[in-house]
């Protein structure tokens, strides 16, 4: 679930410079907008490291169907029909 942070922070950004400017942010984010990129390659970076690691493997084999689940159900709950 860490990998939605950079991913919330990129569309963020590209949401608010069609209707602001980086003049307008309150807060700033260093090193935006390659930091979010670079968490993002090194997050999958360890997922493929924790794959690799036959004593940590079953953590991806129950979380990501538990992380896919959880966004299906949010994503049919709260969509606007």
Known sequence: ???SIPIA???FRKAF???HTLDDLSFKTPFTPVLPYITIVLLVISIIGIAWDASQRAGLYFGIPFVLLYYGYHYLRYKKW
Request: net charge positive.
């Open 1 to 3: 679930m860490s990998i």
């Open 9 to 11: 922070q990129i569309r």
């Open 17 to 19: 410079l069609k209707t």
